[in-house]
């Protein structure tokens, strides 16, 4: 049974139910355990997504990679051919193909896309860091190189992006130096805060009709409430001054990267994160979920009594970030950042101690507890405290 994506989440909340409560097809009952992700999100009008590897993607030998991208879920983000590295090698010379390649993938299998990313300190071309190193890029250029570089993006997929992460953690963690929050990285350094504002203008500029975001990590929820080193609390302040400012912000994505070694959050913090957020009349979303857990000997070992309650832990994560979002209404979209072990980027990111285990599928694509949990979530929530979602529209 295929359901087309939802235009509007009234019309598609009664034909959802409707499909949920019909009796038996082709002489059985219906089962909504057979549905894919997308599909039991249907009803809640929320888009279930992934970040795709394009490499995978096209791999001939690993075709059930490209079955589950097209079937289980709603939207795709590129996982790097969007970032400004593969976009742009050379100045000046854009390599629109993979990025391309993979807007295609979705407009044939009815997805949207998120694009990821405009604005970061990372992955980010030699060309440009090397200029500003040696003096060759002034400050007045780097500015002008940015906002060229916003508007050849945004302008090139322009009417073909759903949400735009337009600036990507711009602010530290108490853990840096100084630990006193505050902006981070390489366009702080050299153009000072004021990049984040421009960066929207010149994104909405370009495209009046994408949704445009900031996104970050370990703002799930809040914690001590002092700005100085509670990190949702600093992005929240800092949004609230956006949107007084009349910055065409219209969202903000929280990454979900947790592991399985910390305490993280129960449902209501992280409900009451998001509601927060929406008081500002912001969409909010989580866009890069994953739950990674270390791999200790008895794990690689294969251990039963040290793998389960990574996997149990895992589930638990998941559960509580897709809870949180189907509570609160404004939450539009749940992306994980990829969504099978075999292509995690975690192994290759976090190796002292080394973790992985951090997706929904396992290396061999059968799912996991996570995945179920997420299943059951759709399926199991509704009225009258999961209700569709409510549309956010792009600011002016």
């Known amino acids: 049974m295929k359901l087309r994506r939802w235009i509007a989440a009234g019309a598609v909340a009664v034909a959802t139910a409707a499909v949920l409560t019909s009796p038996a097809t082709a002489g059985r009952p219906y089962d909504p355990t057979d549905q894919s992700l997308r599909n039991l999100a249907l009803r809640h009008g929320l888009a279930v997504g992934t970040a795709v590897d394009l490499a995978a993607l096209n791999d001939p030998a690993d075709p059930r990679y490209r079955e589950l991208a ?174 007084a400012q009349g910055v065409p912000i219209d969202g903000i994505g929280s990454q979900g990267h947790l592991g399985t070694q910390y305490g993280n ?47 149990q832990a895992a589930a638990a994560n998941f559960d509580v970030l897709l809870q949180a979002c189907l509570a609160e209404r404004h939450c539009l979209s749940f992306t994980v950042w990829g969504f099978t072990d075999k292509h995690s980027w975690v192994p290759g990111w976090f190796t002292d101690p080394p973790e992985g285990m951090a997706t929904i599928y396992d290396e061999n694509y059968q799912p996991k507890r996570a995945y179920q949990a997420l299943k059951a979530d759709l399926i199991y929530s509704g009225p009258p405290y999961v209700l569709p979602r409510i549309p956010q529209r792009p600011r002016r």
Do not use: C
């Open 70 to 243: 097209a079937s289980e879920f709603s939207t795709v983000t590129a996982e790097n051919a969007m970032k400004w590295e593969s976009l742009e090698p050379t100045r000046g010379t854009y390599n629109w193909g993979p990025a391309d390649e993979l807007v295609t993938f979705a407009r044939q299998h009815d997805q949207r896309v998120r694009g990821h990313v405009l604005v970061w300190h990372n992955q980010l071309p030699g060309w440009l860091t090397s200029g500003v190193a040696d003096g060759s890029i002034s400050t007045a250029e780097l500015r002008d190189i940015l906002r060229r570089h916003i508007t050849n993006v945004v302008t090139h997929f322009k009417g073909r992006i759903w949400q735009w992460d337009v600036v990507n953690e711009a602010v530290s963690d108490p853990w840096d130096t100084p630990s006193t929050l505050h902006y981070k990285g390489f366009w702080a350094e050299h153009l000072g805060p004021g990049y984040i504002a421009d960066a929207f203008r010149w994104a909405r500029a370009a495209d009046p009709h994408a949704l445009l975001f900031y996104n970050d990590y370990n703002i799930e929820a809040f914690g001590s409430r002092d700005p100085a080193n509670d990190k949702t609390q600093f992005v929240y302040d800092m949004a609230k001054q956006l949107r």
């Open 265 to 311: 959050f129960d449902t209501f913090q992280v409900v009451e994160a998001l509601r927060k957020f929406a008081g500002l009349g912001l969409a909010t979303a989580f866009t890069e979920v994953d739950v990674r857990s270390q791999l200790t000997e008895g794990v690689q070992a294969g251990d039963e009594a040290e793998i389960n309650p990574r996997l």
